[in-house]
């Protein structure tokens, strides 16, 4: 099997200052990967470099088996930052209008056609925003514009799903929500990348754990992960692992 993502021996450095350090790891197909380390720890920076938003200094990062600087099928790609639940909602747009960008790659030059209105309309039925389809997406509640940041990626048909910090603001009831629907989505096929800083969460959630603070101390299943001493390692005294009632 084909990885989803590869990355093999990967540093990057923000001037004299190391983020990442000769990290290896990989993510198959229908991985749940949650992403964890303390503040500052070079985990949004994996990210971009997993996705092409940054180059390694050293090393090498594949997407779908390809030179991640050669990869040019953006729409399997997915991305919520940090900041899909704030502010966000200049641009005046509806939730459709926004959903319906995500088609945008397939249609080239062409008009959208009906299966491209379709897959919109069901994107934003997956996630639960459909009788928000004619709201501007800056009056909507953080937890409904990360929804549908997300209808945009399933619109465009997205394989991998990466979120950084996809809940912050957002009320627990619609973080309980969230995350039910990334099990679903998981469920249905799509490789989830989740960044994440409640670690409780992740533990639940995620099928594989990633644990990093500028080089990666545990790369594996979560029973590996809980019983190793990654979370110590890297977070020094003050981690602890908290399970959630969801």
Same mark, same amino acid.
């Given at each position: ?21 000769? =990290? *290896? ?18 985990? *949004? ?27 040019? $099928? @953006?729409?399997?790609?997915?991305? +919520?930052?940090?900041?899909? *639940?704030?502010? @966000?909602? @200049? ?7 926004? +959903? ?21 309309? /069901? ?52 973080? $309980? ?9 998981? /469920? ?9 800083? $409640? ?20 790369? @594996?299943? =979560? $029973? ?23």
């Amino acid at each position: 099997m084909t990885d989803v993502v590869s990355v093999k021996d990967v540093t990057f450095a923000y001037g004299e200052t190391p983020a990442v350090s000769d =990290v *290896t790891l990989s993510i198959e197909e229908g991985d749940f990967l949650g992403l964890i380390g303390p503040n500052g720890s070079g985990k *949004t920076t994996l990210l971009h470099l997993m996705l092409g938003l940054l180059a390694p200094d050293s090393g090498r990062v594949e997407l779908f088996g390809e030179p991640v600087d050669e990869f040019t $099928d @953006g729409e399997r790609i997915g991305y +919520v930052s940090q900041k899909a *639940t704030s502010g @966000g909602g @200049g641009m005046p747009v509806t939730v459709r209008e926004s +959903v319906t960008m995500g088609r945008f790659a397939h249609a080239g030059h062409s008009r959208l056609d009906e299966d491209d209105r379709a897959a919109v309309s /069901e994107a934003m039925e997956t996630v639960g925003i459909s009788g928000l389809a004619d709201r501007r997406i800056g009056r909507l509640s953080g937890g409904q514009r990360q929804r549908a940041y997300i209808a945009r990626a399933l619109a465009s048909e997205a394989d991998l799903l990466a979120l950084d910090e996809p809940t912050v603001g957002v009320d627990a009831e619609s973080r $309980d929500a969230f995350y039910a629907l990334l099990d679903s989505l998981n /469920e249905s096929g799509i490789t989830i990348v989740l960044i994440e800083h $409640d670690i409780g969460v992740v533990t639940d959630r995620a099928d594989r754990i990633a644990c990093i603070n500028t080089e990666l101390f545990h790369h @594996g299943d =979560v $029973d590996s992960f809980v019983e190793s001493d990654a979370l110590a390692e890297a977070y020094g005294a003050t981690g602890q692992v908290v399970h959630h009632d969801h």
